[in-house]
T-cell receptor, first 113, second 113 residues
Framework: DAMVIQNPRYQVTQFGKPVTLSCSQTLNHNVMYWYQQKSSQAPKLLFH???????NEADTPDNFQSRRPNTSFCFLDIRSPGLGDAAMYLC????????????FGPGTRLTVL | EDKVVQSPLSLVVHEGDTVTLNCSYEVTNFRSLLWYKQEKKAPTFLFML????IEKKSGRLSSILDKKELFSILNITATQTGDSAVYLCAVPPHPPSGSRLTFGEGTQLTVNP
């Protein structure tokens, strides 16, 4: 089945220790998104890739970086996680012409100790 | 900037009750409105509404859009404990920008047995 996969589902890291979250998709969608969702809050877009074009949201901290080596994979790198970065990280994909229909992965829950 | 407001933020009911969740929006170039259900994982898609007055229905869930008054409601009849979740309302960007879904804060629904 075509889907969006995120690994790992749960990630524990230490304060300041870099961490990478991964997302892959078999939908062959042009656009891939990373959202951050903190407890009891709505998902907040961090950035998205339109093919290889990276689009950063204005209020995304520099601590967050992303890579998209090919259509199927996208990574979220957190260079120096702080306690405030503990959250659920959601990857989503869409076709370029249908950005209103985004398919979400199961999420990675990040804990920072 | 697009804005989505949901109410109530939290709702506790008993099994069998009927609930109505509200979503109002202010967007430029309205395209569609989306409802998602989120349990302890990524949001799952429920409905996409584009036209006023046409009810979308799926089992005990239904939703309708009023483009004149700029709101949508999500109804759940004969609620079950499995309906307990956060219900998110979102509006997508106008194409061709592959950008964020603007989410409301969500309504936390708790259905008690």
């Amino acid at each position: 089945d075509a889907m969006v996969i995120q690994n790992p589902r749960y990630q524990v890291t230490q304060f300041g220790k870099p961490v990478t979250l991964s997302c892959s998709q078999t939908l062959n969608h042009n656009v891939m998104y990373w959202y951050q969702q903190k407890s009891s809050q709505a998902p907040k877009l961090l950035f998205h890739y339109y093919d290889k074009d990276f689009n950063n949201e204005a209020d995304t901290p520099d601590n967050f970086q992303s890579r998209r080596p090919n259509t199927s994979f996208c990574f979220l790198d957190i260079r120096s996680p702080g306690l405030g970065d503990a959250a659920m990280y959601l990857c989503a994909t869409s076709k370029a012409e249908r950005t209103d229909t985004q398919y979400f992965g199961p999420g990675t829950r990040l804990t920072v100790l | 900037e697009d804005k989505v407001v949901q109410s109530p933020l939290s709702l506790v009911v008993h099994e069998g009750d009927t609930v109505t969740l509200n979503c109002s929006y202010e967007v430029t170039n309205f395209r569609s409105l989306l409802w998602y259900k989120q349990e302890k994982k990524a949001p799952t898609f429920l409905f996409m509404l584009t036209s006023s007055g046409i009810e979308k229905k799926s089992g005990r869930l239904s939703s309708i859009l009023d483009k004149k008054e700029l709101f949508s409601i999500l109804n759940i009849t004969a609620t079950q404990t499995g309906d307990s979740a956060v219900y998110l309302c979102a509006v997508p960007p106008h194409p061709p920008s592959g950008s964020r879904l603007t989410f409301g804060e969500g309504t936390q629904l708790t259905v008690n047995p």
